[in-house]
């Protein structure tokens, strides 16, 4: 089973997990949230991402979710992950990309995993009341 760490600026990942958790069931091992703040250095966020790394790597990966690209959390797991087999990263989660993720990733390579997210993430980013008013 792919592992998952939702590293965000605030508790906002943890508020994503609470919340996906809730809609598709507790998901009880590997997945971690990693909150930071802009009163942590960029070496503490580094050393809390790397432990979240090390205690969830395991045979089938890790899919890193991060806020935002370009943001702290993205620039911290970039280079941290760059050369480590298994380990993707995933810049923008949202609710239904966690969602699909945990429906998800039983039985699917890191790699899928990382696919499955960002392909939710393009479905769930749109204009709701101009599709409805379309097919009316």
């Keep these: 089973m792919v592992n998952i ?4 600026h605030g508790e906002f990942g943890a508020y994503l997990i609470e919340a996906a958790e809730g809609i598709v069931g507790s998901q009880a091992e590997g997945v971690r949230a990693v909150p930071i703040s802009s009163r942590l250095s960029v070496g503490e966020v580094k050393a809390r991402l790397e432990e ?9 990966g890790i899919v890193v979710a991060t ?27 949202n609710l239904y990309m966690l969602i699909a993720a945990f429906n998800a990733r039983r039985g699917a390579s890191a790699c899928e995993l990382a696919e499955t997210m960002v392909s939710a993430g393009k479905r769930s980013c749109a204009d709701i009341k101009n599709i409805f008013l379309a097919k009316a």
């Design 5 to 8: 760490i939702v590293i965000t």
């Design 52 to 60: 979240a790394i090390e205690a969830l790597r395991g045979e089938d």
């Design 67 to 93: 806020d935002m690209p370009g943001g702290t959390p993205c620039n911290v797991a970039m280079p941290l992950v760059r050369d480590m087999d298994r380990v993707h990263v995933v810049s923008g989660v």
